[in-house]
């Protein structure tokens, strides 16, 4: 990603004092006030931002005609709309995430070069990944494919990733 030009800040919201809604309906707010100030390009939030660690990391079953049960693993990271554009980066195939990534909506996500090459092969999108068994609609419908950032360190090789909206994935 290029940093020139780019400014970060912290926001800490304790989940224990916070209730979800309420943090969600706090960081909206928050973004559309940054996009609102003259100058401002482009502003978006993300759980965690290149360079700074303490990413998030998930496991599950993708299985293969080898191993019916095989895993496959990558660094999560959760982010609003606006966030591969604020930091220059391209989607390289289908899309990124949008305002319309909402709750109510198809659970999506965009996953990285790394990703789609280990795991997904040269057609990615539409490609459904069972991220959440749990939940209703436990499936996640992959929509983009962005450029590889080395996230870890400058030296470091990109890992797999997977992106989510926040709106769906607080």
Do not use: C, K
Request: charged share 20%; proline share 9%.
């Amino acid at each position: 990603y290029d940093p020139q030009n780019v400014l970060t800040a912290r926001l800490v919201m304790p989940e224990h004092a916070i209730a979800e809604s309420e943090r969600t309906a706090i960081l909206e707010q928050t973004v559309e006030r940054f996009r609102a100030v003259a100058g401002v390009r482009a502003f978006a939030a993300a759980n965690v931002l290149p360079l700074t660690g303490g990413e998030a990391q998930m496991s599950f079953v993708w299985p293969t005609e080898a191993d019916p049960e095989a895993l496959a693993q990558a660094a999560v990271r959760s982010v609003g709309a606006g966030y591969f554009e604020a930091l220059g980066l391209r989607i390289v195939s289908g899309r990124g995430l949008t305002p319309a990534d909402t709750p109510s909506s198809q659970p999506v996500v965009v996953v990285n070069e790394a990703f789609a090459q280990r795991y997904l092969g040269p057609d990615p999108i539409g490609a459904r990944l069972p991220l959440r068994p749990s939940e209703e609609r436990p499936e996640y419908e992959v929509v983009g494919v962005v450029e590889d950032v080395r996230q870890r360190g400058a030296t470091d090789d990109a890992v797999p990733e997977i992106t989510y909206s926040y709106l769906q994935r607080p």
